[in-house]
Every structure is written in C-alpha cells, then in structure tokens.
C-alpha cells in the first residue's frame, strides 16, 4: 500500500491504445496523474498553499494589509514591504482559512492510501494508475527542510514533530525495525537542529540523545547511518563544550571518533569518512588542549594530519574538495598543532 495525494485526479488517455498481438500487457495503458497543486516526488512548483518567502506550505499563515498577500506569519515579519506587489505593510492579520485548508492538505495527502498500480476498468482498455506523491514522512521532512534553510524555525519544528509522531506510531505496531529506526533518528537530529537554532540547548541535547539512542540500534555498516549518529554525538559535545563542561564534551567527541574510526576500518577507502575522522580527532584534541592534556591534544593533532596527508581526492570528489578548502583542515590541524608545540616549549 502506498499514498496518494487526494488531488489527483488523472486524466484517461485520449486516443485508443494499439495493441500488440505479441504480448497481452499491450491491453492495459499506464497514466501519470500530477498532484495539480505541484507536490508529488517527481515535480515541485509553488501552489496556492505554499509560502513566497519559504517556498514550503504556509504556516501560521497571515495576509498582508492592505494588499491581502498571504505568507507564513514568521516569513513576513522580517519585511516591511510586501515581497509580491511591494505595497507597504501596515500590519499582517491571522488568515484562519487558508490555514485551515493547508492543515487539511497537509493531513490528507498522504493518509488517503490505496493499493500501487491501482486498476480501472474502461469500455477497450485498462488504466493503470500510478503513484506519484511521496510518502507522508518525505513530504514532511521535505516541507521542514524548506522552512528551515528560510529560517521559519517554528515551520520546520512543526512539521518534523508530526513526522516524528507518525514514525513513533509506526514503531509501536511493527516494531524497532532498521528503516524506522534509521527515520526516527534522522528527524530527532533535524528537531535537535531546530531548537539549537532558537538558543534551546537543553531541548537540542535531550533530541540529539534520542536519536543517537535510535540510530545506535541499527548496523554500523550503512555509511549514511554512521555519519548522522557520529553528527548528532558532535552536535552534543559542541553543546556542552559552548555550556563549559569540558570533560562531558570530551566524552562526547570521543563516542564520535569512536564510530568513525570503525567505520574507516570497515571501509578505508571513503575519503569523506576519513575527512569525517580527521575533524573529530581535531575537536577531541582541542578539548584535551583546554583541559590542559597537552601532550595528549599534540598526538591527535598528529593522527588528524595523517590522515589528511592519507587522502587522495578523484576528480568527481569536488565536493569533498570544496569541504576540505572550505572548512580549511589542513591549516586547521597544521596551526593547531603548531601552537601546541609552542605552548609546550613555552612551558
């Protein structure tokens, strides 16, 4: 069983299919139904239910005076001039509603479930419907993912929590099994991401935990997996490090290169997860640093740069490139490294 989007409506082909003598599948057309309003997992358009500002679905949504646009309340706030028309904004006004409607959408477009190739019969042929609409936990994930990179943090929280709520419901009737932990751990991390973006750092370790709680159940040879939980054990440790408690930072940062350590030894030849290992064996030597164990923070510094000096980048590895060039390991380790040696003589 797969959802479909409760818009659709396809259209029957208009001309008659030719049938091949040579095979009996001929009798049958296949058609291609679009959600009209644009949200299905092969094309994307801003509808009437979508945000200017965001591009995501409206939110809190509210309409611009005098000119009556409608945006997410968060989106519009930071403008004094409507983003459309460019009239001036006197004051924004609850739009009830639209919002309404989209809460609706929302609910529906992914609830209403029918079987996949679903079949109708017509006078000369048969009609094969396809499903084109993603599946509720994408389409969500999808919409907050939008409302985050915008900034509308309230957006993006809102509907990873639903999503969330799906998962955990999902869970209780089949169990912890590896795609539904894998999810849930996923979208606790973005939930994490959205309440350190508003300054809650509390909230952002408790969702951080639990995901590394869920995605620790599952297989450490899955390359996407090990990464998100060595991420979320880094979002963690940088918490604490921010809140002053070195050591609960350490121990946080070490749980990360742990991971990524095993997951080099299992497939060495992953220059993202040897870039991925180089930068926590930086954050564990810079705490060890400020804790004063500096002998300790030289030889991680040390391990970092071999590791760096061990990559060998492929042509279509530019975006690697543009990470390491970006973020700047290799001068990172190299003056790192330099000024504990310094620290050291000076000593």
């Not at 460019?86 to 409607?101: R, V, Y």
């Amino acid at each position: 069983m797969r959802p479909v989007c409760p818009f659709v409506k396809a259209a029957r082909p208009s001309e008659p299919i030719k049938k091949d003598k040579d095979s009996s599948a001929a009798a049958s057309a296949t058609a291609s139904p679009k959600c009209p309003l644009g949200y299905d997992s092969q094309t994307f358009k801003l509808g009437p239910l979508s945000c200017m500002i965001c591009h995501a679905l409206l939110f809190d949504s509210a309409n611009c005076v005098p000119c009556s646009h409608s945006f997410c309340k968060a989106c519009v706030s930071r403008f004094k001039d409507c983003p459309l028309c460019g009239a001036d904004i006197e004051k924004t006004e609850p739009n009830s509603e639209l919002q309404g409607l989209v809460d609706r959408f929302i609910e529906g477009h992914a609830r209403i479930k029918r079987a996949h190739n679903a079949e109708e019969e017509t006078e000369d042929k048969r009609v094969i419907y396809e499903d084109v609409s993603l599946e509720r936990g994408a389409f969500l994930v999808q919409q907050a993912m939008r409302a985050f990179r915008a900034q509308n943090i309230e957006s993006a929280t809102s509907r990873l929590c639903l999503c969330a709520q799906d998962i955990r419901g999902q869970l209780e009737t089949m169990g912890n099994t590896s795609e539904l932990c894998s999810q849930l751990g996923a979208v606790l991390g973005m939930l994490g991401d959205c309440c350190r973006a508003t300054g809650d750092a509390s909230s952002a370790v408790t969702y951080f935990e639990e995901s590394v709680e869920f995605l620790s159940k599952l297989p450490g040879n899955d390359q996407e997996i090990t990464h998100t939980l060595s991420i979320s054990l880094n979002k963690i440790g940088d918490l604490k490090y921010y809140d002053g408690d070195l050591q609960a930072a350490r121990s946080y940062y070490f749980k990360s290169l742990d991971v990524r350590r095993d997951a080099v030894k299992h497939d060495p030849n992953v220059p993202s997860q040897i870039l991925d290992l180089a930068v926590s064996f930086a954050k564990v030597a810079d705490v060890d640093r400020s804790l004063g164990n500096e002998d300790v923070a030289i030889n991680e510094f040390q391990e970092g740069i071999k590791l760096l000096e061990s990559l060998t980048l492929k042509s279509e590895d530019t975006g690697l490139e543009q990470r390491v060039s970006g973020f700047q390991c290799w001068n990172f380790l190299r003056i790192k490294l330099w000024r504990n040696k310094l620290d050291t003589i000076s000593d």
